[in-house]
T-cell receptor, first 114, second 112 residues
Framework: AQSVSQHNHHVILSEAASLELGCNYS??????LFWYVQYPGQHLQLLLK??????LVKGIKGFEAEFIKSKFSFNLRKPSVQWSDTAEYFC????????????FGTGTQLKVEL | DAGVIQSPRHEVTEMGQEVTLRCKPI?????LFWYRQTMMRGLELLIY????????DSGMPEDRFSAKMPNASFSTLKIQPSEPRDSAVYFC??????????FGQGTRLTVV
């Protein structure tokens, strides 16, 4: 069965600081990987996704993530965060051929201070 | 397309009452998911459908919960009887094969 681990549950940063949120998954086969963001009181929205090709994926709002297959990781990064990035971030994995079930991590709450 | 549409957005009900949450997925998307989100347990997958057929309902917490998808454009999640611990935000999401999931705005359920 597939699973996702997000090790940072709460992160507090100052504006302009760099961000890296960890995500590791467990599944031996081919996967699709996603990062979603949930702003306070809103639904989940897609930040970026990896299906194949270049393991460095660029998403919206300056976010990027790198798929490292040997480490089963898909960490999210942003060089310089803004106050408006305050939100909860979810990593998700879908095992191809695994019934298209999308499994989410427990989320990381990011707070950006002015 | 208007995206995944859920109703109601907010529901307040008394313990013991039946609650029905509704979801209209994006046309043409074959998979539909029901998630529950709470502070304590995060985002939990309750059940998902493929082509209107339930595939995995192992996340449904108890027999009080049931979900149906009578056709490709409509799904319901029913709780009967409801309990205070069912208070949460319930999200419906859908996807097509090998695409990302699209989430509805959610239904915030409060059982008092």
């Amino acid at each position: 069965a597939q699973s996702v681990s997000q090790h940072n549950h709460h992160v507090i940063l100052s504006e302009a600081a760099s961000l890296e949120l960890g995500c590791n998954y467990s599944y031996g086969g081919t996967v699709n990987l996603f990062w979603y963001v949930q702003y306070p009181g809103q639904h989940l929205q897609l930040l970026l996704k990896y299906f194949s090709g270049d393991p460095l994926v660029k998403g919206i709002k300056g976010f990027e993530a790198e798929f490292i297959k040997s480490k089963f990781s898909f960490n999210l990064r942003k060089p310089s965060v803004q106050w408006s990035d305050t939100a909860e971030y979810f990593c998700a994995v879908n095992a191809r051929g695994g019934g298209n079930k999308l499994t989410f991590g427990t989320g990381t709450q990011l707070k950006v201070e002015l | 397309d208007a995206g995944v549409i859920q109703s109601p957005r907010h529901e307040v009900t008394e313990m013991g009452q039946e609650v029905t949450l509704r979801c209209k997925p994006i046309s043409g998307h074959d998979y539909l998911f029901w998630y529950r989100q709470t502070m304590m347990r995060g985002l939990e997958l309750l059940i998902y459908f493929n082509n209107n057929v339930p595939i995995d309902d192992s996340g449904m917490p108890e027999d009080r919960f049931s979900a149906k998808m009578p056709n490709a454009s409509f799904s319901t999640l029913k709780i009967q009887p409801s309990e205070p611990r069912d208070s949460a935000v319930y999200f419906c999401a859908d996807r097509d094969r090998d695409t990302e999931a699209f989430f509805g705005q959610g239904t915030r359920l409060t059982v008092v």
